[in-house]
T-cell receptor
Framework: AQSVTQLGSHVSVSEGALVLLRCNYSSSVPPYLFWYVQYPNQGLQLLLKYTSAATLVKGINGFEAEFKKSETSFHLTKPSAHMSDAAEYFC???????????FGSGTRLSIRP | DGGITQSPKYLFRKEGQNVTLSCEQNLNHDAMYWYRQDPGQGLRLIYYSQIVNDFQKGDIAEGYSVSREKKESFPLTVTSAQKNPTAFYLCASNKDSGNTIYFGEGSWLTVV
């Protein structure tokens, strides 16, 4: 069965610093992978998704993620953090039957001035 | 504008009462989903529906019920059998399997 593990429930970086949020997946088939962002009391917004077209995926707000099959990872990065990036981030994988999406437990990103 | 509308945004319920959360989408999406989110935790799938008049249990379906009589509507009923219903509920949809899933703004349910 597919699953997603997000390493670190809380990450804190300084404004302007590199953001790295870690995600590892397990899948018996080539996966569809997603990163979503959630601001307080709101629904989730899609940041980016991987569908096997390219291993480096660029998303909105300057975020990108790299699919590494050998490491079963799909880490999210942003070169320079902004205060507005403070939010909860979820990694997700489409299950093998492609009938539903399975979410990780989330990583809360805090930005220090 | 196209999107997913959840209502109400905030709902209070007395113990022992059933309550229904509304989810409507005008995106012409085939599949719809209900997730539950507890503070500081990830999303857990309650029910999902890939076509009208058909739905499947997710990981935590006990104490919940759904219907899918129309393509655009997927209401969730939280019954009195749900032991700990206070949570944030998210409705979502996508065009078909493999496509991006889109979310509504969520509904807060508090049992008092």
């Amino acid at each position: 069965a597919q699953s997603v593990t997000q390493l670190g429930s809380h990450v804190s970086v300084s404004e302007g610093a590199l953001v790295l949020l870690r995600c590892n997946y397990s899948s018996s088939v080539p996966p569809y992978l997603f990163w979503y962002v959630q601001y307080p009391n709101q629904g989730l917004q899609l940041l980016l998704k991987y569908t096997s077209a390219a291993t480096l995926v660029k998303g909105i707000n300057g975020f990108e993620a790299e699919f590494k099959k050998s490491e079963t990872s799909f880490h999210l990065t942003k070169p320079s953090a902004h205060m507005s990036d403070a939010a909860e981030y979820f990694c997700a994988v489409m299950d093998s039957s492609a009938s539903k999406i399975i979410f990780g437990s989330g990583t809360r990103l805090s930005i220090r001035p | 504008d196209g999107g997913i509308t959840q209502s109400p945004k905030y709902l209070f319920r007395k113990e022992g009462q059933n309550v229904t959360l509304s989810c409507e989408q005008n995106l012409n999406h085939d599949a719809m989903y209900w997730y539950r989110q507890d503070p500081g935790q990830g999303l857990r799938l309650i029910y999902y529906s890939q076509i009208v008049n058909d739905f499947q249990k997710g990981d935590i379906a006990e104490g919940y019920s759904v219907s899918r009589e129309k393509k655009e509507s997927f209401p969730l009923t939280v019954t009195s059998a749900q032991k700990n219903p206070t949570a944030f509920y998210l409705c979502a949809s996508n065009k078909d399997s493999g496509n991006t899933i889109y979310f509504g703004e969520g509904s807060w349910l508090t049992v008092v």
